[in-house]
């Protein structure tokens, strides 16, 4: 059986994996990227959402609670809108037309679906539902209260048995895996992780208590929500208001709801189900022992630095923008004008990226992360790599120098890393964390992700642009190290002001 280390080496990039690499695109087979249900019942969804008027960065630094003990159908829908939905529409010569949606993706192939199970809710029927960016409508899967599944599915995690209601996040590995092969199991948690993001910062924006939960048996959520378990599979869950535990639940029969063929054939990457299987847990008395050892782990000391860290600057007055109007024009950018951000703009990002995240059990995702810098232009601080600690809050140099070249090529030779004004790689200490189990690297994954997402987010709130961008695994770990030796990088966006477009 593949550990989930043997997964982690052997998906990586290197200059040779890249060189060697033959694959190509088989537009014939190109993946729809919905999931369209023929038969199951449709609801619309409100349209008229309303706007939040709380500042994005402070929405982004929020640490998930909230005094909404009920989420009603609205709030339903602008957080789905606003994490899943369709956001833009663009149409290229030629006719093509693409949707856009409202986090960042791997590839624009969308292949993380959002699912709903909840109690009796205003304007909503107990239930299990898909939401469908297609037509905005939630889709009826089973009628009934079953809350009660998940609950027992999570150990008894505490948020998941008060939840009126629940999101769970789920990849069909076939329509990211078309373009990006067995890296895809990686990219789960990467889409999974930014829909997150957005969806934290709406729900901090409209009061609505959420927390994201990694640890649950695999099988019964699959079997709850009609997912096979080999090709298409649950990845987390969100527990969203707090209330009384659920009653017991209903029976839960075999669902045989027909989908829309993805495309005329699928092709196969046994690498990922073997991931999958590895990272997976059977009962919840297995979810239960991997929480407690995954919280008993110490940290590791950090290797020391080459100077005394660099305080951030005092939060300095920020722009108001609205979480929902930065989600409705965050893109992605394709150049970086080569010029400096100011140190203020940089610590706020910093600050949003790392104010906390919500996880099992009352636990901090954040504790899973260690953000690292490569700064080409940052107004009064040296150019070079360095290590950021949130408690302080501040930065600890590495190196010294301008890196520019050098973060090109570590973006497998694009351009973007090395004209942004900063690369931030979110690691993670995966030795350490995997002996508590392997279901640890989702964890790990999810959580940078998170972070990077809403360092995504927070760009777009001063006016910035950013990207998410792939690497070379070892050459980044080796630039960062002996700080980061033993490491891995699980998340990079690069940030910086945007280039006029001609």
Not at 10 to 33: E, F, G, N, Y
Not at 36 to 53: C, F, K, M, Q, V
Not at 92 to 111: I, K, W
Request: charged content about 20%.
């Amino acid at each position: 059986m593949t550990s989930i280390a043997e997964y982690h080496e052997r998906s990586k990039h290197s200059p040779a994996s890249v060189r060697a690499s033959r694959h190509t695109l088989d537009w014939a087979i190109q993946p729809l990227p919905f999931k369209i249900y023929e038969d199951a019942p449709a609801l619309p969804l409100p349209r008229d959402l309303g706007a939040s008027a709380r500042p994005a960065l402070s929405a982004l630094a929020a640490p998930g609670g909230g005094e909404v003990a009920t989420p009603d159908l609205r709030h339903l829908a602008r957080l789905l809108h606003l994490s899943a939905g369709i956001t833009r529409r663009r149409t290229y010569p030629g006719g093509q037309v693409m949707d856009f949606r409202a986090a960042a993706c791997t590839g624009a192939l969308y292949h993380i679906d959002v699912y709903v199970a909840c109690g009796a809710l205003p304007g909503l029927a107990a239930g299990v539902y898909q939401f469908g960016p297609h037509d905005g409508a939630l889709h009826q899967l089973r009628r009934g209260d079953f809350r009660a599944v998940l609950a027992e599915a999570s150990g008894g995690e505490p948020a998941v048995a008060a939840a009126p209601a629940l999101l769970v996040c789920a990849s069909t590995f076939w329509r990211n895996a078309w373009k990006y092969q067995a890296r895809t199991y990686r990219h789960c948690f990467w889409d999974a992780g930014t829909l997150l993001a957005n969806l934290l910062a709406v729900a901090a924006a409209d009061g609505v208590p959420a927390r994201v939960v990694v640890g649950f048996a695999d099988a019964a959520v699959n079997a709850l929500l009609g997912l096979d378990g080999a090709r298409e599979v649950a990845l987390s869950l969100v527990a969203l208001g707090r209330g009384a535990p659920p009653p017991p639940a209903p029976a839960v029969p075999t669902l045989r709801l027909a989908t829309r063929p993805l495309s005329a054939r699928e092709v196969d990457y046994p690498l990922i189900r073997a991931a999958h299987a590895a990272t997976s847990l059977a009962d919840a008395t297995a979810v239960r022992a991997w929480r407690t050892r995954l919280a008993a782990l110490a940290p590791r000391p950090a290797a020391a630095g080459m100077g005394e860290p660099v305080p951030l600057p005092a939060p300095a007055p920020a722009p108001a923008r609205p979480i929902d109007e930065v989600i409705r024009r965050r893109g992605s950018a394709r150049r970086f004008a080569r010029a400096p951000i100011a140190f203020d703009a940089l610590a706020a990002m910093l600050r949003a990226a790392s104010g906390g995240i919500p996880f099992d059990d009352g636990s901090d995702g954040m504790a899973l992360v260690e953000p690292h810098l490569i700064v080409h232009a940052v107004t009064d601080l040296p150019p070079g790599t360095y290590a950021f600690d949130r408690r302080a809050p501040a930065l600890t140099p590495l190196s010294r120098g301008d890196l520019r070249a050098v973060a090109g090529h570590l973006d497998l030779g694009q351009a973007l890393a090395a004209e942004a004004a900063v690369n931030v790689y979110c690691l993670a200490d995966l030795p350490r964390l995997l002996d508590a189990g392997d279901r640890s690297y989702r964890a790990a994954a999810l959580a940078a992700a998170i972070a990077g997402g809403k360092l995504y987010l927070a760009t777009y709130a001063l006016g910035l642009g950013a990207t998410g961008l792939t690497f070379f695994d070892d050459d980044v770990i080796e630039l960062f190290s002996p700080h980061a030796a033993g490491k891995a990088v699980m998340f990079l966006v690069a940030a910086g002001p945007p280039a006029p477009r001609l």
